[in-house]
């Protein structure tokens, strides 16, 4: 019977536990939280988002990088895997729009219970309060574990789950990127992903609160050249990875050499104004900027030092020439009203002074009175309400890490590093990210089961 030690009891490790004990193997999870799951608790705002209930072909659009690399690991534990594996284990679980999985009460905690009551059956040891310092190795092969500062555990394998840089105060603080580097791994440098934005303009905070359904976005990159990834990351608001001592700019080595890898480093070239995400959804006005299902997605496209646009259309449905209609019929409606007084029916009340304002026509002028050159206006506005970003919110408010473990390095079909027999990654720690939907706890789902399957197996 082997002995695999699961380091985090997050989404990836438990399911990379499960997997590991029902192969046979005897398997404690190490986790330096007092509890598990605690990310799992604040995923899909405290529903948690499961998985995504799109035919598994679709999946791998959604992925943002790497998404070859889990063929393997979808392919043999696919969302329908999932929606089974809870489903039996008596979480009962409902789809929403957009094909979101939910537990059928809302609650993310009973997904954590069903995790923690299934590994509970199969004698697997939860360790909490236990933060792993450091894997051993003889002759590139996993052979311990220390916990703490001395207390030494061996092991025949080790499956690192511990996630990306995201939400620190759950617990993921980038030790699986240390542990990587010690073995020899590279690493695509971490930026925040599914994050809100900064921006600059000041009549985005008048709105804050305002939630908008049905409108659709652009996201442009304005720039001719980013620069360089070493650059972008130096002068990156996201310094706090530098804490890590995972990327500091003084610790990158050579391209060959181990750090971030090197197809990351070359410079990338962006034609100006060129349109890098499109979509149509719900978004969010904040006290700093804009957020939401719509802005999260956008942002997987982010990157440091390239500057952006967001092109904002209320009126997606209509085409230019139907909204002015409209607009029209409005003011033929309340012809004997002035300009503010028309726009209840186009606009939410708390962006009717925004649109005043940015319009420049007086609140107070008679409707009958607006030229043609003043309601064009007021289309293109409407139809075009352009908000420049300044930056991201951060690891403390992104949802996933962009970046993680060079997955080249890791063989697809197993979870096993190409360099240290024994040695397992799953999950976020790893240089995969979705978008927002339910699709990375489907990459953890995925990645864990596939990890543990393989770390159990007799060599």
């Not at 284990?89 to 409902?94: D, S």
């Not at 061996?154 to 990127?177: F, K, L, N, Q, R």
């Not at 009203?337 to 008679?366: E, H, M, Q, T, Y």
Request: charged share 25%.
């Amino acid at each position: 019977m082997k002995n695999i030690a699961v380091i985090g009891a997050g989404a990836a490790g438990m399911m990379a536990a499960a997997a590991a004990a029902e192969s046979g193997a005897k398997v404690t999870i190490y986790e330096k939280n007092e509890k598990a799951g605690k990310k799992i608790y604040i995923t899909g705002k405290g529903r948690c988002n499961v998985t995504n209930n799109v035919d598994t072909d679709m999946f791998f659009g959604n992925v943002c990088r790497n998404p070859k690399f889990l063929y393997s690991a979808v392919y043999a534990f696919d969302h329908d895997s999932v929606c089974d594996f809870f489903e039996k284990n008596g979480c009962r679980l409902k789809v929403e729009r957009g094909d979101r999985v939910f537990p059928v009460s809302d609650h993310s905690s009973d997904i954590i219970g069903t995790l923690v009551r299934y590994l509970q059956r199969l004698h697997v040891k939860i360790s909490y309060n236990s933060e792993v310092t450091g894997i051993e190795y003889e002759d590139d092969k996993v052979v311990a574990i220390t916990v703490g500062r001395k207390e030494k555990i061996p092991v025949d394998a080790v499956i690192v789950c511990t996630g990306g840089i995201s939400y620190e105060s759950t617990g993921s603080t980038g030790d699986g990127y240390r542990f990587a580097r010690k073995a020899g791994h590279s690493l695509s440098q971490p930026f925040p992903s599914l994050v809100p934005f900064e921006v600059k303009e000041a009549w985005v905070k008048e709105l804050q609160g305002l939630s908008l359904k049905n409108v659709s976005i652009k996201m442009v990159a304005c720039e001719d050249e980013t620069e360089d990834e070493d650059a972008r990351f130096a002068n990156s608001k996201n310094l706090e990875v530098k804490k890590l001592g995972v990327v500091k700019k003084a610790e990158i080595p050579s391209d060959n050499a181990v750090g971030v890898a090197s197809s990351e480093k070359k410079k990338k070239k962006n034609k100006n104004s060129k349109s890098v995400y499109e979509g149509f959804g719900e978004m969010l006005f904040t006290h700093f900027g804009i957020s939401g299902p719509l802005i999260l997605t956008a942002s997987t496209r982010y990157e440091e030092g390239t500057r952006y646009k967001i092109h904002l259309n209320l009126k997606p449905a209509l085409t230019k020439e139907q909204l002015d209609k409209r607009i029209i019929r409005d003011f033929e409606e309340g012809n004997k009203k002035v300009f503010r007084n028309v726009l209840g029916g186009l606009f939410p009340s708390k962006l009717i002074p925004v649109i005043i304002n940015l319009s420049g026509i007086a609140p107070d002028k008679k409707v009958s009175e607006i030229s043609k050159a003043e309601r064009m206006k007021l289309v293109d506005l409407t139809q075009d309400l352009v908000m420049t970003v300044t930056g991201t919110r951060g690891f403390n408010e992104a949802i996933v890490t962009k970046g993680g473990v060079n997955v080249k390095e890791i063989d697809s079909s197993t979870m096993e590093s190409k360099f240290r027999k024994g040695l397992y990654f799953a999950g976020e720690v790893l240089d995969i990210d979705a978008v927002t939907g339910g699709f990375n706890l489907q990459v953890a789902w995925s990645t864990g089961h596939l990890a543990g399957v393989c770390a159990a197996m007799e060599e």
